[in-house]
């Protein structure tokens, strides 16, 4: 397994390498680059002093190797135009925003994979009943709703229904309300604040996910139902309840672990949308904070790094799968 | 197969609503009171008309408006419209509006229905969805951006099933380094999620550019983020067919590759590409309406509900203006009814084979 692995992480730096290439020939493209903006208020000497400085005048094969010569000897991702920090720091350690967005990703998963087995273990034991029913159609609800316009209605909820704000002592928007910024972490309050922010962020970025893994338990598991196994530890005399925990959970959950790392750019894309419209501070944030600047070494290495997120993520679920089920042998 | 699809009943909703959007979208201008683009700047911010049917006098089976009259808030102290219940305008149908040209044919100011003061100081004005900032009305809007919203789905997947058949398709049939370069090429584009793909390329886009030029980038992006799905499910059917005996058969009588392609092995997966594009356009609608939210997507004069959205991202607008949010709900239904036709299509066709997710594709 251990070959396995290793030899997974080789193949990943020449993909890598070719996002990299990809990423860097999309910035191309933009007509003019961050220094357009300032050409009224420097003139073109001072636009051509700037794009010396950054180096924006060279043809962009040049640009395109020092970048990864950067990355590649000193694990240099350019800087930021905007606070003219490194990119990495812009984009994941301003506000502790990698930590976020690991957290958010973390949360959501458990809370996806909490609520949705269940139900669909649920629906696919009780098939065609009214609750089987009711459940697919929130399955299909869930899948058509967009990200924002769910966002948008939950913020609706809290501000016209449930009339957040001044008079309910709490604000929407953020992952922390201001005065518990510094508290430490052992205090309750501070925990009751971060599960109130966190709730709305859960569902904009799990609705969708959740609908979808419904859908697959269900179907997986009356896949795995309909098997002679089943049928053989049901003639046993074994208890129903034995039956579908012991026997057919265990292995309808394999194609929903294998399929798991394709669920992270849909991650991203709940928590880009929540980030946007409720103001949280993750990575997320800080990329379409340097799409709106036009800041391209930022955006570059935002779409390395989601890249590599999904790369990490089909590796992480491959390996689940193999100690999940000793039949699968990766050579 | 149709046989089988009618007997979904789920299946069967979801195509008659969206050949119901689809016919409504085409008539737009004529089923919408007002013009889309027309502007009513003495009714900014007006909020639903609501429509009654009783009054002092009792019941009248024509339905109608009080005229709408500009109060102050008290609390707010920002302008608000009132009902003036001394003046009522009923509704009627077949009335005179704001004047459009009936698909290029010929000039009219005919709408389906409306008060037909044709005025625009006058009182009486249907805004059956409220209006915005200048006065424009959302309903003719909405039913404006039902044209964009449903077009730009299939018109994507056309273009992506275009690119998907022929690198798929070379890739499957010739295997080899061909097939293993564009298996790479997929394999990034894959990697990187595609809002943040869309965004990035949604920037490269001169901010000058024509609406409709703009409009047919974003046709193309689109297509570009999600050529790589489908060119996977086509070269995953092309290797299984190409060893097929008829394939075999067609080379032992001297068939070219494009004859053995276009001929004999496109036909009989035909069905199955056809049902894979249909799971996948709700992703399309998707990804544009969250484009246009984010105002990197469709722009004025078109419309699209996405783009009827981006006030939307400030509270205060959520919290004053909450007609704003209505354009969504027609997202949610047309999603719906594509995810309802597409898995109907998939029973249909067969049961068993496709394991392709509408998601995922």
Known sequence: ?331 | MWRRFSQHKLGVLGASTIVLLAVVALFSDFIGPYQPGQQYRNFGYAPPSSIHFFDDGGFSFQPFVYGLKRALDPALGVPVFKEDTAQKFPIKVWVEGDPYSFFGLFKTNVHLFGTGTNNKRSAGQLFLFGTDKFGRDLFSRVLAGARISLLIGPLVILISFFLGIVFGGISGFYGGWVDNAIQRVTEVTMAVPRLALLLAFATVIPAKADPIVRFWIIVFVLALVSWAPLTRVIRGQFLALREEDFATAARALGAGSSRIIFRHILPNTITYLVVSATLAVPNIILLESALSFFSYGIQEPLVSWGMLMQKTQSVFEIEFHPWFLIPGFFIVITVLAYNFMGDALRDAVDPFSIVLSDRQE
């Open chain 1, 1 to 331: 397994m251990l070959a396995f692995i290793v030899r997974r992480i080789a193949f990943m730096l020449p993909a890598l390498l070719l996002v990299s290439l990809f990423a860097f020939l999309i910035m191309q493209l933009q007509v003019g680059d961050y220094t357009t903006r300032f050409a009224l208020s420097l003139g073109t000497e001072g636009v051509k002093t700037l794009q010396e400085r950054y180096g924006l005048d060279q043809p962009w094969y040049v640009q395109y190797w020092r970048w990864v010569k950067g990355i590649m000897t000193r694990f240099d991702f350019g800087i930021s135009f905007q606070t003219r920090q490194p990119a990495t720091q812009q984009l994941f350690f301003s506000a502790g925003r990698l930590g976020w967005t690991l957290i958010i990703i973390t949360a959501t998963m458990l809370f996806t994979w909490l609520i949705s087995i269940p139900i669909g273990i649920y629906s696919s034991t009780h098939k065609y009943s009214l609750g089987d029913h009711v459940a697919t159609f929130f399955g299909f609800l869930g899948l058509s709703v967009p990200n924002f316009f769910l966002a948008l209605i939950i913020l609706w909820f809290l501000v016209v229904v449930v009339k957040v704000g001044p008079n309910f002592g709490l604000t929407i928007g953020g992952i922390i309300d201001p005065q518990y910024v510094k508290v430490s972490w052992l205090s309750l309050d501070k925990w009751l604040n971060f599960l109130w922010h966190l709730w709305p962020v859960l569902l904009v970025v799990g609705t969708a996910n959740m609908a979808q893994l419904i859908r697959y338990m269900r179907g997986s598991l009356l896949d795995v139902l309909s098997q002679p196994y089943v049928q053989t530890a049901r003639s046993k005399g074994l208890a129903e309840r034995a039956v579908i925990w012991k026997h057919a959970v265990r292995n309808a959950l394999n194609p929903l672990i294998s399929i798991m790392g394709f669920w992270i750019p849909f991650l991203f894309e709940g928590v880009l949308v929540a980030a946007v419209v409720m103001g949280l501070p993750v990575v997320e944030k800080g990329y379409w904070d340097a799409i709106r600047f036009e800041d391209q070494y930022v955006v570059m290495s935002g779409l390395l790094f989601f890249a590599f997120i999904l790369f990490v993520g089909n590796l992480l679920s491959d390996v689940l799968l193999m100690l999940a089920d000793p039949k699968i042998r990766y050579e």
